[in-house]
Every structure is written in C-alpha cells, then in structure tokens.
C-alpha cells in the first residue's frame, strides 16, 4: 500500500493563482530541509504527489507499483487519507498506473469534484510533472520522478520543449538565463552559486542538473567554456524560457 512518507518534499514550483492557492510547493514556501527531501525522492525514482497537511506540514504519498491503483480520500482506510479537508468525499478520487504512467480518475466518484490544473476531470487524465490536482481544498502536487523523461520522445536533432524539462531543469535553466532578462548583449550566465542560492539546492546539486541539461540540448560536445552560455542562448532563442519567465 501507498503510504504517505515523511515530511518534506522536492521541487515542482509554480505561481499561485486562483484555484492554485493552498500550492504545497509554492515559491519560496520550501525550507531547506524540505528542498533536500524533495530531492531525495526524486532521485529514488518513483513518482509522488506532495501536499500539505492541516498543520501545514509537508508530505509525500509515493504511488506504487506501475500498474496499481491508489485511493484518495477522506475515509481512513483510503491508501492516501485526508481526514482534515471536510469537503474532499471519503472515496474522492483514484490514482491509475498504466504501463508506467499515471492517471487521476475521478468519474462520479466525489461530491465536489476533482480538478486538474484548474479544469474539472470527467473520468480520467493522465498526470504529466509538475501537475497540480485539487480535491476539496487540498492541493497535490505531481511528481513524475524517472518517469518524467520517458512522457515525450525526443526526435534527432531536434531541441526540447518545456514539457520535456521537469520543474527543477526549468527552474535552473531560468536561473542560468537571469542575466540575460534585460536583453543585455554582454550578459555572462549565472554561476553555479547564483543558481544554487535562487532556487534553494546545493552547487553539487546544480551542476548534477546542468549536466543533464546539456545532453538535452545536445551540447555535451561542446568545450567546457561553452557550455553555460550556449545553453542560455538555445534555451531563450528556441522559446524554452522566455523573457516573461526572468521577470
């Protein structure tokens, strides 16, 4: 069974907005601690949903095997139970694993209804990273883990999209590219330190995460001078971040 584990969370950052508020991975809402953990479970590779508890604090329901399905709800016995949140059905919701992949179902199920990403689900959707989920007023946050680069295949030659990055590679990349928002002819990416200290990892973590970055754009070739300003320059001119996104 799919027990909630620990406290702590990783990294899956995204601006608060209407039916968004409540975020258990909001900017600047992660301690350090909580940022390390978050980590953690994204490097033991299996998928997870984050969410915060009616104390606030941050927890991580792993989903199991790649075929299995979960159940969300408020009733004790649900494999992930939210007692807290009065308006979430005692069988609200169910997880599905498909061939690796997953799904939120909710086809009747719940009397307040199950939202992704803001639009209401009618009978099931498959969850990407970074996905939120509300039900009732909680919010849960989708981690894909190792199965986040295996939701889109990359064609030869050809330079990846955002949803290709997970949350994380996206926030590096934004902190590598934040000299540049200026539009500055002159402008030097950001070091290491820089983007360790904009989005909270260490620099061990940082140059872990550039360097798969540079294999998804192909860059890996390339002299080691070379690396960081290219990758900004490709990332701003083929759209993966844009000028809004250095705001």
Known sequence: ???????????????????????????HSLSASEL???????????????FRDQDGALGLFVTGGADDTRSLGRRAEMDLSIPWDSEVSGLHAELQGVGGEWMIVDDGLSTNGTFLNGQRVNGRQRLKDGDRIRIGRTVLAYNAAS???????????????????????????????????????????????????????????????????????????LPQNQKRASLAECALQFGVISQRDLA
């Open 147 to 221: 199965s986040a680069s295996l939701q889109e295949t990359v064609l030869p030659g050809a330079q990846p999209t955002r949803r290709q990055l997970t949350d994380t590679q996206r926030q590096v990349l934004i902190a590598l590219c934040r000299p540049y928002r200026d539009g500055g002819s002159f402008a030097s990416p950001a070091t290491n330190q820089q983007i360790a200290a904009e989005v909270f990892l260490s620099v061990d973590a940082v140059k872990m995460h550039l360097r798969t970055l540079f294999t998804k754009f192909e860059l890996g070739e």
């Open 36 to 50: 390390q953990q978050l980590l953690e479970a994204e490097r033991a590779g299996k998928p997870f949903l984050a």
């Open 1 to 27: 069974m799919g027990a909630p584990v620990g406290t702590g969370c990783r990294i899956h950052l995204m601006p608060i907005q209407g039916d968004m508020a409540g975020d258990p991975l909001a900017p």
